[in-house]
């Protein structure tokens, strides 16, 4: 992981470094295809998949990109809170 400079890189770093992040990719994935664990396991996802998910979400082709796109800052915030749902969700009690 490289070091990065500017406000949504950095973001996008600390969120690809966040506990289970890259397991909401997975289940995110599933819920959005209609796919079971058997055709995505929890565990599929590693870090080059999230940077991919983040970087095609907001528009560029690297995170070093992420503060020219003005797109970056409109999704990443989205993303953020859209894990920080699933995070409580996964807490809460069924």
């Not at 770093?13 to 995505?40: C, P, Q, S, V, W």
């Not at 940077?51 to 907001?58: R, S």
Request: proline content about 3%.
């Amino acid at each position: 992981m490289a070091s990065i400079e500017g406000k949504y890189a950095q973001m996008a770093e600390m969120l690809l470094a966040a506990e289970g992040f890259l397991l909401f990719l997975d289940h995110a994935k599933r819920h959005r295809y209609k796919l079971d664990e058997n055709t995505i396991p929890d565990g599929t996802h590693q870090y080059e998949d999230g940077v991919d998910f983040l970087c095609k979400a907001c528009g560029v082709s690297s995170l070093a990109e992420m503060d020219k796109s003005k797109r970056s800052g409109q999704m990443l915030p989205r993303i953020i809170a859209n894990f920080r749902r699933w995070q409580s969700a996964q807490r809460r009690p069924e």
